[in-house]
């Protein structure tokens, strides 16, 4: 449970990441900046628009203390219209060449579920996380790219695609069902010989605000995979619908849910809010620290 002490003392799990040949330690949690290039993203979408906008926003990602830049150009919002491929490479490409030309060593993560997407941003940039949301279900060549590229991988649980995924969602056990698909996925990833993979439950990808909050309360369930975690829940309906709020007013709800996260073992918080998700690991951390 979330709030086990024994749960302190974590599974061994693998904390350590290669990223084009530089070993990133997970010990201490990280934090990943969100940077949306989509016009429609559900709390940031078009404020990004210019490469003067993305430079500046990558840099303030890692100057409030985020680790990874995560670069999105096709919104996973529930209901949100879809992309082309092309339009997709056409946002991504650009925007990881700039960031890759300006701030050399940054570590970016692309944020798509097309294999030819991934392949064309990586093998023209150079090594980047990919990010995928759908668990290689909506695109097949998906796994045996990521092998092929070497490259971390996020593994997300998702019951559905972004059109459909809120459509009354329902599960006999959501953590079993989520820990089920997301253990055929890690095995199918480590047969292919992908080394890097961190596993993301997938908060609000078909699910309801009473799913999101019972994976969130079982967070410890994910040790048994011994591999890190990833949880993002910046300003997602999970809180503001709760709250009778916005996203835009979500803020200290998004904070308190990364806190609890991180007593849960997350190791990498995604966030709109850098700076804020910076200071919970640092408090989180101190907490931690009086217990060992």
């Not at 940077?35 to 409030?64: C, H, M, W």
């Not at 759908?134 to 649980?157: C, N, R, W």
Request: charged share 25%; with cysteine.
């Amino acid at each position: 449970m979330l709030y086990s002490v024994d749960g302190m003392n974590r599974a061994k799990r693998k904390l350590s990441l290669n990223i084009d040949g530089q070993l990133v330690n997970l010990n201490t949690p990280l934090v990943m900046g969100i940077l949306n290039v989509t016009p429609d993203s559900f709390f940031d979408g078009g404020k990004y628009s210019s490469e003067e906008l993305i430079l500046k926003r990558a840099e303030q990602i890692l100057e409030e203390g985020g680790s990874f830049v995560d670069i999105g150009a096709y919104s996973t919002r529930p209901g949100a219209a879809e992309v082309t491929e092309e339009e997709e490479i056409a946002r991504l490409l650009p925007a990881v060449q700039l960031i890759k030309k300006h701030i050399p060593g940054a570590m970016i993560s692309i944020d798509t579920w097309r294999a030819e997407v991934a392949r064309r941003v990586i093998t023209e940039c150079g090594s980047c996380i990919i990010n995928d949301i759908s668990g290689g279900t909506m695109d097949e060549k998906m796994f045996e790219t990521v092998a092929t590229l070497q490259v971390p991988y996020i593994l997300m649980h998702i019951k559905g695609t972004p059109q459909t995924m809120q459509n009354a969602p329902s599960y006999k056990d959501i953590t079993g069902e989520v820990i089920q698909f997301l253990s055929e996925k890690v095995s199918r990833l480590h047969q292919l010989g992908v080394h890097d993979v961190i596993l993301d439950p997938g908060f609000g990808f078909g699910k309801t605000i009473e799913h999101n909050y019972e994976l969130m309360n079982h967070l410890d369930s994910f040790d048994v995979f011994q591999l890190p975690l990833l949880v993002g829940i910046s300003r997602k309906s999970m809180i503001f619908r709760l709250l009778e709020t916005t996203p835009e007013g979500s803020l200290n709800g998004t904070t308190v849910l990364n806190s609890l996260a991180l007593l849960g073992g997350a190791n990498i918080l995604r966030v709109h809010d850098v700076k804020e998700a910076s200071e919970a690991v640092k408090i989180v951390e101190k907490i931690k620290s009086t217990l060992r």
